[in-house]
């Protein structure tokens, strides 16, 4: 899987995880610092999320257009990255409770234009280092590869955010509890006739605090946790000058793929590397992208919804604490450990081993062992975790699956059974719908938001934590036979001087998924949970049908 590639891969890869890092950790806790600092309901944070999303993903049409015409890839990609610094920047100034919406707002499009400089350009540079014969059959393993790091950078970020917000909370006095948020904005906002039931969650976090004193802890309570989230998009800061360093301090390694056609064509040494593309083909090609950037509209209206009704379903209808065995899933520490346990196993165990390693892979099994089972025992009878920790175990999942997928497809291509790209694209569209079906069976019976009133469901009517990890397992899969594969398809269609747009294009497919986040935000509070669900799971089935409708056409394009 690792083996083959050019240097460049590794330093984009790298360059990926860090901003990766930060933005996943911004994402993380996104809808629950709109609502809890603003007071805004369930439909209008899904709304700004998926306002700011579209925003990401139809700034790389800038980007591409830049970057092709202009620029070059890496001059648009360093761009990129210090206008999202700039805007993280600006998100990690606090502000009290129910101000500084406009100084949000500017932040969050600041960040929106230096990703849409940044992400699709990466891509394009990703993939131009594969137009080299040398490097082309390896490019859908490479595209994989490269989106290990994405996700090893977004693994980190749910529990880099919830450790920041309880080392803030716990300077105060206080800890995150699910519950106070939307109590304290309907006490505040004078909504509440009975604060009775919210005075006794209150002095759970200090028993001093009475009636008369609610509004005052309620403030204090908002603002903290407000303080807690700011330092979290700060976390973002530093994660983008380790990208910066790296992609900056290693550009030997990718400077052959940084130029577009359009500057190639000015260098007399390097005019003769253009392709050259007739305008049929380059229609045809097009035509093509378009109908594959159709389909993949509705997977990503069904995976973005992670971020925003998935943490929603986290926060109001699934248990918040669990017991030793099931909290070793939440504790990433904890689970790495183990991880480099048994990959110490795995070298201890292999013939191929010699002396050296199994003596270090022994020592690695003992050791890591030895601390993983040290940490599993300082577990409490009951653990508790934020809501947003659920989007850890999507890239979770993708650095797990990432090498079975892989190897899977490669033992599949040397029996000639492997499928084509826009295939594999289909069948990531079915899996999707199964991952939703499972998670409308385990709402039925549930009062639906609109019932609840924008608060958690009471204690006997919360579900356990499997239905939603379960749901991740399989829109992991559904990804790895989707995104990175579909990032390859673009990279290897696409006619030489539109690479960039091209990229842009996919994204724009993307903005537009996010953009019917917001719709499912939207109906959250107006229709049952099962029924929510199924809107997605029909939203998938229909476009697979479609894609796999149109198969023939696009395997004779993209050479299956």
Same mark, same amino acid.
């Given at each position: 899987?690792?083996?083959?590639?050019?240097?460049?891969?590794?330093?984009?890869?790298?360059?990926?995880?860090?901003?990766?890092?930060?933005?996943?950790?911004?994402?993380?806790?996104?809808?629950?610092?709109?609502?809890?600092?603003?007071?805004?309901?369930?439909?209008?944070?899904?709304?700004?999320?998926?306002?700011?999303?579209?925003?990401?993903?139809?700034?790389?049409?800038?980007?591409?257009?830049?970057?092709?015409?202009?620029?070059?890839?890496?001059?648009?990609?360093?761009?990129?990255?210090?206008?999202?610094?700039?805007?993280?920047?600006?998100?990690?100034?606090?502000?009290?409770?129910?101000?500084?919406?406009?100084?949000?707002?500017?932040?969050?499009?600041?960040?929106?234009?230096?990703?849409?400089?940044?992400?699709?350009?990466?891509?394009?540079?990703?993939?131009?280092?594969?137009?080299?014969?040398?490097?082309?059959?390896?490019?859908?393993?490479?595209?994989?590869?490269?989106?290990?790091?994405?996700?090893?950078?977004?693994?980190?970020?749910?529990?880099?955010?919830?450790?920041?917000?309880?080392?803030?909370?716990?300077?105060?006095?206080?800890?995150?509890?699910?519950?106070?948020?939307?109590?304290?904005?309907?006490?505040?906002?004078?909504?509440?006739?009975?604060?009775?039931?919210?005075?006794?969650?209150?002095?759970?976090?200090?028993?001093?605090?009475?009636?008369?004193?609610?509004?005052?802890?309620?403030?204090?309570?908002?603002?903290?946790?407000?303080?807690?989230?700011?330092?979290?998009?700060?976390?973002?800061?530093?994660?983008?000058?380790?990208?910066?360093?790296?992609?900056?301090?290693?550009?030997?390694?990718?400077?052959?793929?940084?130029?577009?056609?359009?500057?190639?064509?000015?260098?007399?040494?390097?005019?003769?590397?253009?392709?050259?593309?007739?305008?049929?083909?380059?229609?045809?090609?097009?035509?093509?992208?378009?109908?594959?950037?159709?389909?993949?509209?509705?997977?990503?209206?069904?995976?973005?919804?992670?971020?925003?009704?998935?943490?929603?379903?986290?926060?109001?209808?699934?248990?918040?604490?669990?017991?030793?065995?099931?909290?070793?899933?939440?504790?990433?520490?904890?689970?790495?450990?183990?991880?480099?346990?048994?990959?110490?196993?795995?070298?201890?165990?292999?013939?191929?081993?010699?002396?050296?390693?199994?003596?270090?892979?022994?020592?690695?099994?003992?050791?890591?062992?030895?601390?993983?089972?040290?940490?599993?025992?300082?577990?409490?009878?009951?653990?508790?975790?934020? *809501?947003?920790?659920?989007?850890?175990?999507?890239?979770?999942?993708? /650095?797990?699956? &990432?090498? =079975?997928? @892989? !190897?899977? %497809? #490669?033992?599949?291509?040397?029996?000639?059974?492997?499928?084509?790209? *826009?295939?594999?694209?289909?069948?990531?569209?079915?899996?999707?719908? /199964?991952?939703? &079906?499972? =998670?409308? @069976? !385990?709402? %039925? #019976?549930?009062?639906?938001?609109?019932?609840?009133?924008?608060?958690?469901?009471?204690?006997?009517?919360?579900?356990?934590?499997?239905?939603?990890?379960?749901?991740?397992? =399989?829109?992991?899969?559904?990804?790895?036979?989707?995104?990175?594969?579909?990032?390859?398809?673009?990279?290897?269609?696409?006619?030489?001087?539109?690479?960039?747009?091209?990229?842009?294009?996919?994204?724009?497919?993307?903005?537009?998924?996010?953009?019917?986040?917001?719709?499912?935000?939207?109906?959250?509070?107006?229709?049952?949970?099962?029924?929510?669900?199924?809107?997605?799971?029909?939203?998938?089935?229909?476009?697979?049908?479609?894609?796999?409708?149109?198969?023939?056409?696009?395997?004779?394009?993209?050479?299956?």
């Amino acid at each position: 899987m690792f083996k083959g590639h050019p240097k460049g891969l590794y330093v984009a890869f790298l360059a990926n995880m860090g901003e990766r890092f930060g933005f996943y950790t911004m994402v993380s806790i996104f809808v629950l610092f709109m609502q809890a600092k603003y007071g805004m309901s369930a439909p209008t944070a899904g709304f700004m999320y998926s306002t700011f999303m579209v925003g990401v993903y139809v700034f790389p049409l800038l980007g591409g257009f830049l970057a092709d015409r202009f620029l070059g890839y890496g001059r648009t990609i360093s761009l990129g990255l210090i206008v999202m610094f700039i805007g993280y920047v600006l998100l990690a100034l606090p502000t009290a409770m129910n101000t500084g919406l406009p100084l949000v707002i500017g932040a969050l499009a600041v960040v929106a234009l230096g990703t849409g400089l940044f992400k699709g350009n990466l891509q394009a540079l990703v993939g131009n280092l594969y137009d080299d014969p040398k490097y082309s059959a390896l490019r859908d393993r490479a595209f994989s590869v490269f989106y290990m790091g994405i996700n090893i950078g977004a693994m980190f970020a749910p529990s880099a955010s919830m450790a920041v917000c309880n080392w803030i909370m716990r300077g105060a006095g206080l800890s995150y509890d699910a519950r106070i948020p939307a109590l304290a904005n309907d006490l505040l906002g004078g909504k509440l006739a009975d604060a009775s039931a919210y005075l006794a969650i209150a002095q759970g976090q200090d028993a001093a605090v009475t009636l008369d004193t609610l509004k005052v802890f309620s403030e204090r309570y908002i603002n903290t946790l407000g303080k807690s989230y700011h330092l979290g998009f700060g976390v973002a800061c530093l994660s983008l000058i380790v990208s910066m360093i790296i992609f900056w301090a290693y550009r030997k390694h990718y400077a052959m793929a940084d130029l577009s056609e359009r500057q190639k064509a000015k260098s007399e040494a390097l005019r003769g590397q253009m392709v050259e593309m007739g305008p049929k083909e380059t229609r045809e090609r097009l035509v093509v992208l378009g109908l594959v950037f159709f389909v993949v509209i509705f997977f990503w209206m069904a995976f973005q919804q992670s971020a925003v009704t998935l943490t929603y379903f986290a926060r109001d209808y699934t248990v918040s604490s669990v017991g030793k065995a099931a909290f070793f899933l939440f504790d990433l520490t904890g689970m790495l450990l183990a991880i480099l346990a048994v990959a110490g196993l795995v070298v201890l165990l292999r013939r191929a081993s010699g002396r050296l390693a199994r003596v270090l892979g022994a020592a690695a099994f003992l050791g890591f062992g030895a601390l993983a089972f040290l940490r599993f025992r300082g577990y409490g009878d009951t653990n508790s975790f934020q *809501p947003q920790i659920f989007q850890q175990f999507n890239p979770i999942f993708i /650095v797990g699956l &990432t090498p =079975l997928v @892989v !190897g899977l %497809f #490669g033992w599949l291509n040397r029996r000639g059974k492997e499928p084509s790209a *826009p295939r594999k694209i289909g069948i990531g569209m079915l899996v999707t719908a /199964v991952a939703y &079906t499972i =998670l409308a @069976v !385990g709402s %039925f #019976g549930l009062m639906s938001p609109k019932a609840l009133g924008g608060l958690v469901a009471p204690a006997d009517s919360l579900v356990p934590v499997y239905w939603l990890i379960s749901t991740y397992f =399989l829109l992991t899969v559904a990804e790895l036979f989707l995104s990175p594969i579909g990032i390859s398809f673009v990279s290897k269609v696409s006619p030489p001087k539109y690479k960039g747009l091209m990229q842009g294009c996919w994204f724009a497919a993307t903005a537009v998924g996010n953009s019917l986040v917001g719709v499912t935000a939207y109906l959250w509070v107006r229709l049952p949970l099962a029924v929510v669900w199924a809107i997605l799971v029909v939203a998938c089935l229909v476009s697979a049908a479609f894609i796999f409708s149109i198969m023939k056409r696009l395997e004779r394009v993209a050479g299956a």
